[in-house]
Protein backbone atom coordinates (compact mmCIF):
# COMPACT_ATOMS: atom_id res chain seq x y z
CA UNK A 1 0.00 0.00 0.00
CA UNK A 2 1.30 3.29 -1.48
CA UNK A 3 1.50 6.09 1.11
CA UNK A 4 1.81 10.06 -0.07
CA UNK A 5 3.56 13.15 0.96
CA UNK A 6 3.49 16.71 -0.41
CA UNK A 7 7.76 17.73 -1.21
CA UNK A 8 8.83 21.22 -2.06
CA UNK A 9 11.93 22.29 -3.53
CA UNK A 10 12.04 25.68 -2.65
CA UNK A 11 13.21 28.96 -3.87
CA UNK A 12 17.25 28.63 -3.40
CA UNK A 13 16.79 25.10 -4.63
CA UNK A 14 14.82 26.29 -8.12
CA UNK A 15 17.34 29.55 -8.44
CA UNK A 16 19.88 27.13 -10.08
CA UNK A 17 18.22 25.50 -12.89
CA UNK A 18 20.37 22.69 -12.71
CA UNK A 19 19.52 21.54 -9.16
CA UNK A 20 15.52 20.30 -9.52
CA UNK A 21 16.34 18.02 -12.37
CA UNK A 22 19.19 16.56 -10.30
CA UNK A 23 17.09 16.40 -6.55
CA UNK A 24 14.30 14.60 -8.56
CA UNK A 25 16.71 11.68 -10.04
CA UNK A 26 18.25 11.46 -5.87
CA UNK A 27 14.30 11.44 -4.89
CA UNK A 28 13.49 8.32 -7.69
CA UNK A 29 16.82 6.40 -6.38
CA UNK A 30 15.70 6.25 -3.28
CA UNK A 31 12.39 4.65 -4.64
CA UNK A 32 9.88 7.40 -4.10
CA UNK A 33 7.77 7.76 -7.19
CA UNK A 34 7.09 11.17 -8.44
CA UNK A 35 3.09 11.24 -9.33
CA UNK A 36 2.49 15.17 -9.53
CA UNK A 37 5.22 18.23 -9.78
CA UNK A 38 4.79 21.59 -11.18
CA UNK A 39 6.28 25.23 -10.72
CA UNK A 40 4.59 27.49 -8.20
CA UNK A 41 4.57 31.13 -7.41
CA UNK A 42 3.09 32.70 -4.55
CA UNK A 43 2.10 35.53 -3.37
CA UNK A 44 2.32 36.91 0.35
CA UNK A 45 -1.45 36.00 1.08
CA UNK A 46 -0.90 32.00 -0.21
CA UNK A 47 1.79 32.23 1.90
CA UNK A 48 0.57 33.48 4.89
CA UNK A 49 -2.39 30.51 4.31
CA UNK A 50 0.14 27.68 3.86
CA UNK A 51 2.14 28.65 6.70
CA UNK A 52 -1.31 29.50 9.11
CA UNK A 53 -0.24 27.01 11.96
CA UNK A 54 3.47 29.08 12.63
CA UNK A 55 1.72 32.65 12.38
CA UNK A 56 2.79 34.88 15.43
CA UNK A 57 6.13 32.60 15.31
CA UNK A 58 9.37 34.84 15.43
CA UNK A 59 10.50 33.50 12.28
CA UNK A 60 6.74 33.99 10.04
CA UNK A 61 7.56 37.03 8.57
CA UNK A 62 10.85 35.94 7.55
CA UNK A 63 9.42 32.48 6.20
CA UNK A 64 6.85 33.88 3.88
CA UNK A 65 9.63 36.52 2.70
CA UNK A 66 11.63 33.55 1.45
CA UNK A 67 8.44 31.47 0.21
CA UNK A 68 7.44 34.58 -1.73
CA UNK A 69 11.38 34.86 -2.88
CA UNK A 70 11.26 33.30 -6.21
CA UNK A 71 9.39 29.90 -8.04
CA UNK A 72 9.53 26.56 -6.32
CA UNK A 73 8.27 22.96 -7.11
CA UNK A 74 5.87 21.68 -5.35
CA UNK A 75 5.71 17.86 -5.72
CA UNK A 76 3.38 14.69 -4.57
CA UNK A 77 5.92 11.46 -4.01
CA UNK A 78 4.86 8.06 -3.00
CA UNK A 79 6.26 4.80 -1.42
CA UNK A 80 4.92 2.00 1.13
CA UNK A 81 6.38 4.61 3.53
CA UNK A 82 6.58 8.04 1.85
CA UNK A 83 6.50 10.95 4.44
CA UNK A 84 9.47 9.43 6.57
CA UNK A 85 11.34 7.96 3.77
CA UNK A 86 11.20 11.87 2.51
CA UNK A 87 11.44 13.37 5.78
CA UNK A 88 14.70 11.09 6.14
CA UNK A 89 16.26 12.12 2.68
CA UNK A 90 16.01 15.51 3.60
CA UNK A 91 17.33 16.06 7.32
CA UNK A 92 16.74 18.28 10.18
CA UNK A 93 14.71 21.27 9.56
CA UNK A 94 17.84 23.45 10.67
CA UNK A 95 20.75 23.03 8.16
CA UNK A 96 23.76 23.75 10.19
CA UNK A 97 22.08 20.60 12.50
CA UNK A 98 21.61 18.63 9.84
CA UNK A 99 25.89 19.18 8.61
CA UNK A 100 26.53 17.98 12.06
CA UNK A 101 24.18 14.69 12.43
CA UNK A 102 23.10 13.59 9.20
CA UNK A 103 25.57 14.87 6.55
CA UNK A 104 24.08 12.79 3.94
CA UNK A 105 20.70 14.62 3.64
CA UNK A 106 19.46 16.75 1.29
CA UNK A 107 19.46 20.14 3.34
CA UNK A 108 23.13 19.55 5.02
CA UNK A 109 24.07 19.76 1.17
CA UNK A 110 22.09 22.52 0.24
CA UNK A 111 20.37 24.17 3.16
CA UNK A 112 21.12 28.01 4.05
CA UNK A 113 20.03 28.66 7.46
CA UNK A 114 17.40 27.69 9.47
CA UNK A 115 14.54 29.46 7.14
CA UNK A 116 15.77 29.20 4.56
CA UNK A 117 16.14 25.36 4.66
CA UNK A 118 15.67 24.29 0.70
CA UNK A 119 12.56 21.54 1.34
CA UNK A 120 9.80 20.80 3.36
CA UNK A 121 7.60 16.90 3.84
CA UNK A 122 4.84 16.77 5.36
CA UNK A 123 4.44 15.53 8.95
CA UNK A 124 1.99 13.10 9.06
CA UNK A 125 -0.90 11.88 6.33
CA UNK A 126 -3.51 13.97 7.28
CA UNK A 127 -1.28 16.68 6.73
CA UNK A 128 -0.37 15.38 3.70
CA UNK A 129 -3.21 15.09 2.70
CA UNK A 130 -4.39 18.73 3.23
CA UNK A 131 -0.97 20.10 1.67
CA UNK A 132 -1.34 18.06 -1.35
CA UNK A 133 -4.73 19.14 -2.06
CA UNK A 134 -3.41 23.20 -1.68
CA UNK A 135 -1.35 22.58 -4.40
CA UNK A 136 -3.15 19.89 -6.51
CA UNK A 137 -7.09 20.87 -6.10
CA UNK A 138 -7.81 17.90 -8.38
CA UNK A 139 -5.54 15.27 -7.11
CA UNK A 140 -7.23 11.93 -7.18
CA UNK A 141 -6.74 10.24 -3.82
CA UNK A 142 -8.83 7.52 -4.81
CA UNK A 143 -6.88 6.41 -6.89
CA UNK A 144 -3.53 6.33 -4.61
CA UNK A 145 -5.14 4.23 -2.11
P1 LIG B 1 9.18 23.66 6.74
O1 LIG B 1 9.43 22.20 6.94
O2 LIG B 1 8.71 24.10 5.40
O3 LIG B 1 8.10 24.13 7.83
C1 LIG B 1 8.15 25.35 8.51
C2 LIG B 1 9.30 26.22 8.09
O4 LIG B 1 9.59 27.28 8.98
C3 LIG B 1 10.57 25.39 8.10
O5 LIG B 1 10.55 24.47 7.05
C4 LIG B 1 11.61 26.50 8.03
O6 LIG B 1 11.73 27.04 6.72
C5 LIG B 1 10.98 27.54 8.95
N1 LIG B 1 11.47 27.42 10.31
C6 LIG B 1 11.18 26.43 11.18
N2 LIG B 1 11.81 26.62 12.37
C7 LIG B 1 12.51 27.77 12.24
C8 LIG B 1 13.36 28.49 13.13
N3 LIG B 1 13.63 28.07 14.36
N4 LIG B 1 13.91 29.62 12.67
C9 LIG B 1 13.66 30.04 11.44
N5 LIG B 1 12.87 29.40 10.54
C10 LIG B 1 12.30 28.27 10.94
Known amino acids: IQQLTLALLKPDICANPLLPPKIIETIQARNLN ?8 WSQADAEAFYGEHRGKFFFERLCGYMTSGPFMALVLSSPNA ?3 WRALIGPTHPVRARI ?5 LRALYGLTDTRNSFHGSDSPDNAKQEIKFFFKDFDFKAHQ
Request: no cysteine; aromatic share 0%; glycine share 0%.
Open 34 to 41: VLQQKPVL
Open 83 to 85: IKD
Open 101 to 105: NAPDT
